[in-house]
């Protein structure tokens, strides 16, 4: 009986070690219009497309990753349009106050009106980094929505650095 208690100790210890690695983050970031742009209709049916485009999106609210804030970053996206839905896949490479850089991998879905993606969400991961950020890993959920400025990203979720 004392080994079961102390097995269960030591995997509760293990477990609180393993969480409090994990650093939470949190930011806002404004997406100017998209430059360049480009969509492909495919054909077999209406309001289906490829598109691709790439966004560059300085920060709000910055996050802090390692004592340093988030500074801006750019978002290459690829989206498959079908009607008023939409599935993404991007890649951000971001850039830190102080040089450093981090990349990240996203998916997710959107809602499209008019052939324009009006909202995005899904979740992301740290697929690199520079500097500080050097083996950085983490993950995370965004939302997007339009408005008269561009799109506005929340986005939230940890990460943690080798040690």
Not at 17 to 24: D, L
Not at 46 to 53: D, E, K, L, M
Not at 100 to 122: C, H, L, M, N, T
Request: charged share 20%; glycine share 12%.
């Amino acid at each position: 009986m004392r080994v079961k208690i102390f097995l269960f100790c030591l995997i509760v210890f293990a477990l609180a070690a393993v969480a409090s690695a994990q650093t939470k983050i949190s930011g806002t970031a404004l997406c100017g219009k998209p430059e360049p742009t480009y969509a492909i209709q495919v054909g077999d049916r209406p309001n289906h497309s490829f598109a691709i485009s790439q966004s560059k999106c300085p920060y709000t609210k910055p996050s802090e990753l390692a004592g340093i804030q988030t500074k801006e970053y750019v978002a290459t996206t690829f989206s498959e349009i079908s009607g008023s839905r939409a599935t993404t896949r991007g890649f951000v490479d971001g850039t830190m106050a102080n040089g450093d850089k981090f990349q990240v991998r996203s998916q997710g879905s959107a809602a499209v009106k008019e052939g324009v993606i009006e909202s995005v969400e899904g979740t992301w991961s740290f697929v690199g980094g520079t500097g500080k950020l050097k083996g950085i890993k983490g993950k995370g959920t965004y939302k997007g929505k339009v408005g008269p400025e561009g799109m506005t990203h929340e986005i939230e979720g940890e990460y943690e650095l080798p040690k």
